[in-house]
T-cell receptor, first 114, second 111 residues
Framework: NAGVTQTPKFRVLKTGQSMTLLCAQD?????MYWYRQDPGMGLRLIHY???????AKGEVPDGYNVSRLKKQNFLLGLESAAPSQTSVYFC?????????????FGPGTRLTVL | GQQLNQSPQSMFIQEGEDVSMNCTSS?????WLWYKQDPGEGPVLLIA?????ELTSNGRLTAQFGITRKDSFLNISASIPSDVGIYFC???????????FGTGTRLTVIP
């Protein structure tokens, strides 16, 4: 099992460019999440999904869109990148949301927006 | 979002020493979690706590769920070089969007 994988690992964008980050999990988990990690701020939830075809906003959703067309994939899109979106992005998945629903994290994508 | 205050922000210790870090919140949580993040990797769950007052161990790690449900601490005994990394606390309420992370404690172990 690969667990949670993310592509790409690194990316540099210019302001205004768009890109999509791909997350894939092979654990048949229902729940998937996108976080961003900034220095001194821990991880903050951007969007999440409780199942195939569903998405919902997290704590910091502005400037991002997501899609969950297949249960194993969760895509994070930036339509018009801004320097404030320079961050490390982590995807996670879990069997369930509540007690016992441990979140498994991918290795992260380091994004720089110039 | 919820604000979890984690302290200390960083620690430099000698190999073999014990380590203690804690996390406090202004809100009550149903679950407290402790994660470790190695450089270039995502966080990995170390310990999960589900009940106020609960004390749980995982090898050299011990964590407690505060009785007020607003705090938790993590102890590492007899530190070794591979303990180096960033340790995050996280509090979980109800629902898929209710996991909030602390700001992390960066641990350096000097051989």
């Amino acid at each position: 099992n690969a667990g949670v994988t993310q592509t790409p690992k690194f990316r540099v964008l210019k302001t205004g460019q768009s890109m999509t980050l791909l997350c894939a999990q092979d654990m048949n988990h229902e729940y998937m999440y996108w976080y961003r990690q900034d220095p001194g701020m821990g991880l903050r939830l951007i969007h999440y999904s409780v199942g195939e075809g569903t998405t919902a906003k997290g704590e910091v959703p502005d400037g991002y869109n997501v899609s969950r067309l297949k249960k194993q994939n969760f895509l994070l899109g930036l339509e018009s990148a801004a320097p404030s979106q320079t961050s490390v992005y982590f995807c996670a998945s879990s069997y369930r949301a509540l007690r016992g629903g441990e979140q498994f994290f991918g290795p992260g994508t380091r994004l720089t927006v110039l | 979002g919820q604000q979890l205050n984690q302290s200390p922000q960083s620690m430099f210790i000698q190999e073999g020493e014990d380590v203690s870090m804690n996390c406090t919140s202004s809100s009550i949580f149903n679950t407290w979690l402790w994660y470790k993040q190695d450089p270039g990797e995502g966080p990995v769950l170390l310990i999960a706590l589900y009940k106020a007052g609960e004390l749980t161990s995982n090898g050299r790690l011990t964590a407690q769920f505060g009785i007020t449900r607003k705090d938790s601490f993590l102890n590492i005994s007899a530190s070794i070089p591979s303990d180096v990394g960033i340790y995050f606390c996280a509090g979980q309420g109800t629902g898929a969007n209710n996991l909030f992370f602390g700001t992390g404690t960066r641990l350096t172990v000097i051989p």
